[in-house]
């Protein structure tokens, strides 16, 4: 009799053990699927939601969102999600009023930077139009991050403790980052603070922490850039005798190429300094195809190519060196 007794404890054991295992990590069809644009988002969503989400990013690494032309395989993705996470401020172009659209049939779609940063407070250019690359200024970035926690803990609210607790722990990382942003730019010899790259990306890290920032062309990379935009860099790189420009990942470098040969020309040298994340993460998988890898690349790169000095495997000794 004892023996049955011992063996049905064992059962009713496993059978909890069991049960708690299946609330600690739900199956593929229990997580809420999120589908965002860009990786930028995705990548904070998938490690706040963390078990709870299954996230996918529309425009992947390596592809242009100003430019990006959505397919039919896209839009069933878009209509299967149980949220839907974007940049806005035109950012994804032609994408942007498709998921407007389905914003106003009832779909939850979710402008994430839209949501929480204040439009006066936009770069503009001279023709009023708006920056959208709002994620590299780390703190403008971390007020994106705490609104895709509100928005998918309020989806998901059975799970916002460890939502609440992925969270906090990326809110320190990226405060870390932020700071190392700063200090790691700051090495850069103040007259040599010059960062010219294929498109104006880089206006908010210009705005955080003081480089001077040109792009050949400008906020979107729809428009070709002129003969005159690439004569007058020319000129700013021969005033200023800067030594290196950076190519962009998601963008064609023939631009770069063009203003490389050009400055030779005009018998001043100029070597590019590295490949820049700008618009896309890097490679799935790996720490630059995250968007901490993905800034902490950008700031180690330029910092070393432009004469400061940090250490190449960067803010948390993570980089491919
Ligand atoms: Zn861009």
């Avoid at 850039?225 to 290196?244: C, H, R, T, V, W």
């Amino acid at each position: 009799m004892k023996k049955r007794y011992v063996f049905g404890a064992i059962a009713l054991l496993l059978l909890f053990f069991t049960s708690c295992q299946k609330k600690e990590l739900p199956t593929e069809d229990g997580r809420l699927k999120v589908v965002c644009t860009v990786g930028m988002i995705a990548d904070l969503a998938q490690v706040i939601g963390g078990d709870y989400v299954a996230t996918h990013s529309i425009i992947g690494s390596g592809a242009d969102p100003h430019v990006y032309k959505h397919t039919a395989k896209d839009i069933k993705l878009l209509q299967a999600a149980d949220v839907i996470l974007y940049n806005g401020f035109h950012l994804e172009g032609k994408m942007g009023s498709v998921l407007e659209k389905m914003k106003s049939k009832g779909k939850s779609v979710h402008a994430v930077a839209e949501a929480v940063i204040q439009k006066e407070t936009l770069l503009k250019d001279e023709e009023g139009a708006e920056d959208p690359h709002l994620w590299m200024d780390v703190s403008e970035w971390r007020k994106v991050a705490q609104h895709i926690f509100e928005t998918l803990a309020a989806k998901a609210p059975e799970h916002k403790a460890e939502m609440e607790a992925n969270y906090n722990m990326l809110d320190l990382q990226l405060d870390e980052l932020d700071n190392y942003a700063r200090t790691s730019l700051q090495t850069i010899p103040k007259n040599q603070r010059f960062l010219v790259t294929a498109h104006d990306a880089f206006g908010y890290m210009e705005r955080a922490y003081g480089l001077q920032v040109r792009g050949i062309q400008g906020f979107s990379t729809e428009s070709e850039a002129g003969l005159k935009d690439l004569e007058e860099l020319i000129l700013f790189l021969k005033d200023n005798s800067i030594p290196a420009v950076f190519i962009e990942s998601s963008v064609n470098d023939k631009n770069i190429r063009a203003l490389i040969e050009g400055a030779k020309a005009q018998g001043h040298a100029v070597k590019i300094g590295g490949e820049l994340f700008s618009d896309a993460m890097g490679k799935t998988g790996t720490y630059e195809g995250t968007y901490l890898g993905m800034i902490d690349h950008n700031v180690t790169t330029i910092t070393n190519a432009l004469g400061g000095k940090v250490p190449q495997e960067g803010c948390f000794g993570k980089l491919a060196q």
